[in-house]
């Protein structure tokens, strides 16, 4: 079976344009989550959606949107870039929600980076 | 804000030795996981340990957790070259849930492991 994928794997822009990342999921996994991951730290969670619902939303800025479609793949829409928005974005799928003690499965990431 | 703090934040160790990596923790949580990354792309999920258990093991990994001191612990035997990876500890934060949502996992800065040949 096909884990989490990513597209792009690596992606240049320029300081305020705008860009959009997407995420298959493992089949038959109804959560996506994204995350940032600035270089030396720990990925930071960006949104949570379940059942093509958001149920959870992180400390970033409203420049940051995402969306799950009826198939389960999700987009993460980023506004408006910033130099501070370089960083690895990584998709991750579950069964269900976190909620039920759920392990994540990750996608290798898109490389983000902003001139 | 990032909750976990991983300790050490590099840990160099001869291959064959245990390695061990500590977490601690601000907030009560429903789990605690651990997850490994190579060469910066995709977490591998490695052991989930809830808050009602105190030590579980996988393989050669064992890990401890104690919501009293708010910290948990992961144990590597037998380490072996294939182990150089960041491994992080991640939280759930909350106890219970009141079946409006979830949020997501807090992680921590995460500990650089190599592992000398």
């Known amino acids: 079976d096909a884990g989490v994928t990513q597209s792009p794997t690596h992606l240049i822009k320029t300081r305020g344009q705008h860009v959009t990342l997407r995420c298959s999921p493992i089949s038959g996994h109804k959560s996506v989550s994204w995350y940032q991951q600035v270089l030396g730290q720990g990925p930071q969670f960006i949104f949570q959606y379940y059942e093509k619902e958001e149920r959870g939303r992180g400390n970033f800025p409203d420049r940051f949107s995402a969306r799950q479609f009826p198939n389960y793949s999700s987009e993460l829409n980023v506004n408006a870039l910033l130099l501070g928005d370089s960083a690895l974005y990584l998709c991750?799928?579950?069964?269900?929600?976190?909620?039920?003690?759920?392990?994540?499965?990750f996608g290798s990431g898109t490389q983000l980076s902003v001139l | 804000s990032q909750q976990g703090e991983e300790d050490p934040q590099a840990l160099s160790i001869q291959e064959g030795e245990n390695a061990t990596m500590n977490c601690s923790y601000k907030t009560s949580i429903n789990n605690l996981q651990w997850y490994r990354q190579n060469s910066g792309r995709g977490l591998v999920h490695l052991i989930l340990?809830?808050?009602?258990?105190r030590e579980k093991h996988s393989g050669r990994l064992r890990v401890t957790l104690d919501t009293s001191k708010k910290s948990s612990s992961l144990l590597i035997t037998a380490s072996r070259a294939a182990d150089t990876a960041s491994y992080f500890c991640?939280?759930?934060?909350?106890?219970?849930?009141?079946?409006?949502?979830?949020?997501?996992?807090?992680f921590g800065k995460g500990t650089h492991l190599i592992i000398q040949p």
């Open positions: 991750a799928s579950s069964r269900q929600s976190l909620a039920t003690n759920e392990k994540l499965f």
């Open positions: 340990i809830r808050s009602n258990e």
């Open positions: 991640a939280t759930d934060p909350r106890e219970t849930y009141s079946g409006g949502g979830a949020d997501g996992l807090t």
